[in-house]
């Protein structure tokens, strides 16, 4: 008999698992909350200016895995792009991520990498086993860099102070001694030509998956279904009824200008009397485009409130615990698998949420074929 499997979340989690079962055979029904596909992706057309705007906040895709980088590139043309981003402090523009540049630029040197190394390591605290993210930036960058580039960005990003975040945040030196202000380390950079929300219209275009927009899934209906895979929230799924994992949202503030308003697609102002974050210029995301006018957004990020749109989990000690108990809670449920940001609870980016949904995929249909049961998170969250 055929089988009935839904996607709840058009993004490249649902997207992705869908197109996986339907070219093994499988029908799937794909459904969204929204009125378009690729969830926060997203990419829009902007009818005044013609610029395609990143609706949810920039999307740069890169990648070192290459399998996932012919998997998107089978369902859209990539253009080569460089995320190069900039950082207003105090009146000046330093280059980002910190590099050579901006340290010469900001000490007043023209100091060598050896010489630049040396220099910074006059700097630096020793703390042999740095606990909180303000700790193991003043072990990796000294107090004054931190204090241009890391505090304010970070207070405002997370709403509280970097000493109460853990220092796992900042897992590896962020400074390169050298003048490379690629933001990205990875080999494979891009972005798609038509926006990621074509790029996701091409993956779910397969005759046996069918996408319903506008429609919203009451989970009370899971049975209704041989398998559901979930990439709304894990705490949404049981109605938030033992309480809500945090979150931080965004608010973009859209304004427009004409010509080239700041020069760059992102501008961080990590300085704490700025409220917003960063600004980000549309039009440069797709360099190969020409626009008259342009469309930017200033973003504000503020503690996600019941109705907000949840961006970045906050996993700190208390979410954790809470987290805990909806992982206890989604082992008693048997037909559903949970799975990408949402469903897991963790900050993923694009490349890494296809890469989950490709082995999730993978494990369902093992699964299947071996009569076990089916994969109950993409990835453990915790
Ligand atoms: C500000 C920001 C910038 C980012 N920039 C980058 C970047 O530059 N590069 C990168 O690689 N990654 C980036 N990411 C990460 C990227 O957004 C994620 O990897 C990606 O969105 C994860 O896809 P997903 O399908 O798991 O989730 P989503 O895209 O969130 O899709 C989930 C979908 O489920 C739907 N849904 C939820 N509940 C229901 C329900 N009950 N019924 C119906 N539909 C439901 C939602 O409407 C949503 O569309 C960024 C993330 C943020 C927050």
Redesign the pocket.
């Known amino acids: 008999m055929t089988q009935r499997f839904i996607m709840?979340?058009?993004?490249?989690?649902?997207a992705v698992v869908a197109r996986k079962l339907a070219e093994a055979g499988h029908a799937c029904t794909v459904?969204?909350?929204?009125d378009h596909v690729a969830?926060?992706?997203h990419t829009a057309r902007d009818a005044d200016t013609g610029v395609m705007v990143h609706t949810?906040?920039?999307?740069?895709?890169?990648t070192g895995d290459d399998e996932v980088w012919d998997y998107v590139r089978k369902f859209g043309e990539f253009a080569p792009y460089k995320n190069r981003v900039k950082s207003t402090h105090k009146g000046a523009v330093y280059t980002l991520p910190v590099n050579l540049h901006t340290m010469n630029q900001f000490f007043g040197t023209a100091l060598r990498p050896d010489e630049m190394r040396a220099h910074v390591a006059t700097l630096t605290a020793d703390i042999p086993e740095p606990e909180s993210f303000e700790e193991q930036a003043l072990a990796f960058v000294g107090p004054d860099l931190y204090a241009a580039f890391f505090k304010g960005y970070t207070e405002k990003q997370w709403g509280t102070s970097p000493a109460n975040l853990p220092a796992s945040i900042l897992k590896r030196l962020p400074l390169r001694f050298n003048y490379d202000d690629n933001y990205f380390a990875h080999p494979h950079q891009g972005m798609p030509v038509d926006g990621y929300t074509a790029l996701v219209e091409n993956i779910l275009d397969h005759p046996l998956i069918t996408v319903r927009l506008n429609?919203?899934?009451d989970p009370a209906t899971a049975g209704d279904w041989d398998h559901v895979f979930w990439?709304?929230?894990l705490d949404?799924f049981f109605g938030y009824d033992i309480g809500r994992l945090g979150y931080r949202t965004?608010d973009f503030e859209e304004f427009r200008a004409i010509g080239d308003w700041q020069g760059c697609a992102v501008m961080n102002h990590p300085d704490p009397e700025v409220p917003f974050t960063r600004i980000t210029e549309h039009k440069h995301f797709a360099p190969w485009e020409s626009h008259e006018k342009s469309v930017l957004y200033r973003e504000y990020a503020r503690a996600c409130e019941p109705g907000d749109t949840p961006?970045?989990p906050i996993r700190l000690v208390a979410e954790k615990a809470l987290l805990s108990d909806y992982v206890e809670r989604a082992k008693t449920v048997s037909n559903v698998t949970f799975m990408?940001?949402?469903g897991t609870y963790r900050y993923?980016?694009?490349?890494v949420?296809i890469r989950e949904a490709l082995d999730t995929a993978d494990a369902f249909l093992a699964a299947q074929a071996a009569g076990t049961p089916a994969p109950l998170f993409s990835q453990a969250p915790l």
């Open positions: 709840v979340g058009a993004g490249f989690s649902g459904v969204d909350a929204r969830g926060n992706c949810y906040g920039p999307h740069i895709f890169h429609t919203v899934f990439s709304g929230p949404g965004l961006y970045y990408g940001r949402l993923l980016d694009m490349d949420t």
